[in-house]
């Protein structure tokens, strides 16, 4: 018998690779914070991300922030929505989330381009 829901792969919108080291998500700031809360990027696709990061954002919140390769290209403004929260083995959360817009194939690239032959 078919099963009735779909993996969490399937339900993506395009695939998701590796990123370049030091490729992080930024978080602008706002009044309430002293400095900028980034992410680690895990992985990453046209429509979305995963990321490793110190504090836990809530399902739905919107996250206004810049994608940074770090000594590479200009960082990449771009909004996301949480979808998923996960506690990770070392303490950190895993955040996955969808772009609010996708990110254009050259906004992709300069992202990745150097992790192509790691993975």
């Known amino acids: 018998m078919p099963q009735s829901h779909a993996s969490s792969d399937e339900r993506r919108s395009s695939p998701r690779v590796r990123p370049a080291l030091n490729t992080i998500f930024r978080i602008e700031s ?49 909004i996301l929505r949480v979808i998923q929260v996960r506690l990770a083995p070392a303490g950190d959360f895993l955040v996955g989330a969808q772009f609010l817009r996708p990110l254009s194939p050259e906004e992709f690239r300069v992202l990745v381009e150097s992790s192509a032959s790691n993975t």
């Open 30 to 78: 706002d009044e309430k914070k002293s400095r900028p809360i980034t992410g680690l990027v895990w992985d990453l696709s046209l429509t979305g991300l995963s990321m490793l990061q110190g504090t836990s954002p809530k399902p739905g919140e919107i996250l206004a922030g810049e994608l940074i390769r770090e000594g590479v290209a200009e960082p990449i403004p771009i």
